[in-house]
Nanobody
């Protein structure tokens, strides 16, 4: 099992920034990629961004390109999401996820583990 714990959510005004972190523990050997998803009220959970465990490759949804940056710290087994120029439509619960797949990291089914989520609220 892999445990994922998110932190860093909160309330911010539009145009502001937040940094989310995800700490992975347990049987992390074999994890190939880490990702972030989000779920707004009344909507389905959606993929936001992913990074391979090596940090070599990243994948962003168009709606966050240029605003969000994913990174990882191999020594600490953490993944961070720097979110800048936040918009009210970014308001959601953000979930960290871990995948053992070596070929695909953009769908809910591509991930094996999810954290409990952290709330991000952007006021207008």
């Amino acid at each position: 099992q892999v445990q994922l714990v998110e932190s860093g959510g909160g309330l911010v005004q539009a145009g502001g920034s937040l940094r989310l972190s995800c700490a992975a523990s347990g049987r992390t050997f074999g994890i190939y990629a880490m990702g972030w998803f989000r779920q707004a009220p009344g909507k389905e959970r959606e993929f936001v961004v992913a990074i391979t465990w090596s940090g070599e490759h990243t994948y962003y949804r168009d709606f966050v390109k240029g605003r969000f940056t994913i990174s990882r710290d191999n020594a600490k087994n953490t993944v961070s999401l720097q979110m800048n120029s936040l918009k009210p439509e970014d308001t959601a619960v953000y979930y960290c996820a871990a995948s053992r797949s070596s070929v695909r990291w953009v769908g809910l089914g591509d991930y094996d583990y999810y954290g409990q989520g952290t709330q991000v609220t952007v006021s207008s």
